[in-house]
């Protein structure tokens, strides 16, 4: 049996990380589960309007950045959000965040999970089982990359970040070639309504920045490494983004395209249409891997400093000798274990958790930039997010019953925070 310390101690990295070289961090943080389907989610819902809808979910992210950046600047251990929002809106708040992540994360990535399995189902001719177990494989594998410490998990993400790209690429440069119409992705005025919650639904491809912010630390410099990292990152997704919804709007009719597996259908329209396939499918899987490692490392330290502040019990801070949290592994894997069990029996609410996810972080996003007006005041800065803010919060309205899971995460957490702190004085 390993033994264990109240301490945390990081594995060691002297150096740290360069800027090149937390460029596949920030990918990895950021590009899961969320490139396997959104594009083809988004064009089966915005059809024509969906590059347009792409556009501007990226061009929001870009003054985020920067806030973000000034908190990682304000707090460099790695605990930014938290300790913006308990600095701006004040502690019960602030003692909400680590809840939200925990939330999020424990539907988010047994979701995306589901869809990777998918691929899988669909390339093998299969059934649900397959994509149970592919699902299970792919969180497990995770959680046991994260046992082994941080040296791996970045190795981990230099492969995907890779493969990532190459396969993005692959899909879109074959396709495109092929298209003699723009007009599938010509933005059309009267489906214009659609627009913002479409908005909202491509949002959670962007989701994980705020991850980068806990692996800052990580960084040899992050105070002036954080935005150049994140830029790069948000600039290649962003573009990969773009072409596969492009590539499938001149490759596949909106009404037929599959608003999960839609990449696999482009694969399938391609020369070589096995080897294409078995491609999509091998990197689509390690793709999530590769997210969900990065996810799970991330709220695991989370988990670790929400203990030692009182938040979540003391017990999940406890840590090996490596610096490895496997008390606060442990409980991510039960939680993983109940949503995946819950989405796979259930799975017409597949893409309805994914949306219900991106709300969670939509809310987030919406105390981050309250935070920050209260913090920074009236600054360029400040009022960029205060828009942006406006416009999360329509898409938030507009996007219905989905928005329902974030606002009761909060009001639950909120709740506990109160009456915990009521109990302790």
Known sequence: ??????????????????????????????????????????????????????????????????MFQDMVRRYPTGDGIESFVRAGLGPALGRCVPILFVALVVVGLPAGALVAGRYAMRALEAGPTVQTATAAAVLLAALAVNTV?????????????????????????????????????????ETLGLVLPGVLLAFWAFAGFENLTFLSRQFRAPDRDFLPVSVIALS??????????????????????DGTTGLLQLAEHLPSRQLVVALVTAIAIGAMVQNAVSWVWGVSQLVVGASRSAILPAALARTTARGVPRRALGLLAVLFLVAGSTLAAFPALLVDALAGTSATFVVLYLLSIASYLRLQGRTVRSVLNLLIGVVLLASLIESGWRSLYGIAVLAVALTVTLVRRRRHH
């Not at 590059?51 to 003054?63: E, G, H, K």
């Not at 290649?236 to 395209?257: D, E, K, N, R, W």
Request: aromatic letters at 4%; proline letters at 7%.
């Open 149 to 189: 410490g941080a040296r791996a998990n970045r190795r981990a993400q230099h492969a995907g970040a890779a493969a990532l790209i190459v396969m993005a690429l692959v899909l879109a440069c074959s396709a495109l070639p092929t298209a003699d119409d723009a007009s599938p992705i010509t933005p059309q005025a």
């Open 236 to 257: 290649v997704y962003g573009l990969l983004t773009m072409l596969l919804t492009a590539a499938l709007a001149v490759s596949i009719p909106a009404q037929a395209v």
């Open 1 to 66: 049996m390993s033994r264990t310390t109240t301490r945390h101690h990081p594995e060691p990295d002297r150096a740290g990380l360069s800027r090149w070289q937390a460029v596949p961090l920030a990918l990895g943080s950021v590009a899961g589960s969320g490139i396997l389907f959104l594009p083809s989610a988004v064009y089966a819902e915005v059809g024509r309007n969906s590059v347009l809808v792409w556009v501007l979910a990226t061009a929001l992210c870009l003054p985020m950045l920067l």
